[in-house]
């Protein structure tokens, strides 16, 4: 069964915008995973929180964790079109990378 | 970062017959793997998990015997969806992971997306 849900389902906004989806999950977790998947192609794995963490970064990307609210963000500074594609988080309940929970994801779109 | 690709990347068939969809390995061992569908603009809902030469653990709902899945190396899992219906008609991605017990990255394959007439 589905874990995480995003919100916004579908969020636009011009190029230099910062983005922010949110996701909220049901029970308790390991770690919570950002992934990126562009239109009909695979997943690109793009940061990893643990359930200890807070907040954490990568070049553009800030991933925060509240796990008394289960809720996770995802804040994309700068967008670019090229960060045009839709964003997932998966939850999962062991530690690694193993069995992850997807939820419905946001489909970004950044125009120029 | 390490490479899964599947194949094919996109099928087209009949009902009723049987697609074979191909995830591998390019440059680590692939100990577990996990195959996902998903529809449009949804979300990827697990199907199965596959140990390398064990049998694949399948999550409730999925038919092992529509669904068949083989591990028999370490570097190449295979997806048999036999007795295709337009209802299996959908986007399956696979993953992999080095590591048993949810221990190592998982990378994701391109997807195959079949589409059943």
């Known amino acids: 069964s589905q874990q995480g849900e995003e919100d916004p389902q579908a969020l636009s906004i011009q190029e230099g915008e910062n983005a922010t989806m949110n996701c909220s999950y049901k029970?308790?977790?390991?770690?919570l995973q950002w992934y990126r998947q562009n239109s009909g192609r695979g997943l690109v794995h793009l940061i990893l929180?643990?359930?200890?963490?807070r907040e954490k970064h990568s070049g553009r990307l800030r991933v925060t964790l509240d796990t008394s609210k289960k809720s996770s963000s995802l804040l994309i500074t700068a967008s670019r079109a090229a960060d045009t594609a839709s964003y997932f988080c998966?939850?999962?309940?062991?530690?690694?990378?193993?069995?992850?929970?997807f939820g419905k994801g946001t489909m970004l779109l950044v125009s120029p | 970062g390490a490479v899964v690709s599947q194949h094919p990347s996109w099928v087209i068939c009949k009902s009723g017959t049987s697609v074979k969809i191909e995830c591998r390995s390019l440059?680590?061992?692939?100990?577990?793997m996990f195959w996902y569908r998903q529809f449009p603009k949804q979300s990827l809902m697990l199907m199965a998990t596959?140990?390398?030469?064990?049998?694949?653990?399948?999550e409730q709902g999925v038919e092992k015997d529509k669904f068949l899945i083989n591990h028999a190396s370490l570097t190449l899992s295979t997806l048999t969806v036999t007795s295709a219906h337009p209802e299996d008609s959908s986007f399956y991605i696979c993953?992999?992971?080095?590591?048993?017990?949810?221990?190592?990255?998982?990378?994701f394959g391109e997807g195959s997306r079949l589409t059943v007439l």
């Open positions: 596959s140990n390398e030469g064990s049998k694949a653990t399948y």
């Open positions: 440059d680590f061992q692939a100990t577990t």
């Open positions: 029970t308790s977790i390991n770690n």
């Open positions: 993953s992999a992971t080095s590591g048993r017990a949810g221990t190592g990255e998982l990378f």
């Open positions: 929180i643990r359930s200890n963490e």
């Open positions: 998966a939850t999962a309940l062991n530690s690694g990378y193993s069995t992850l929970t």
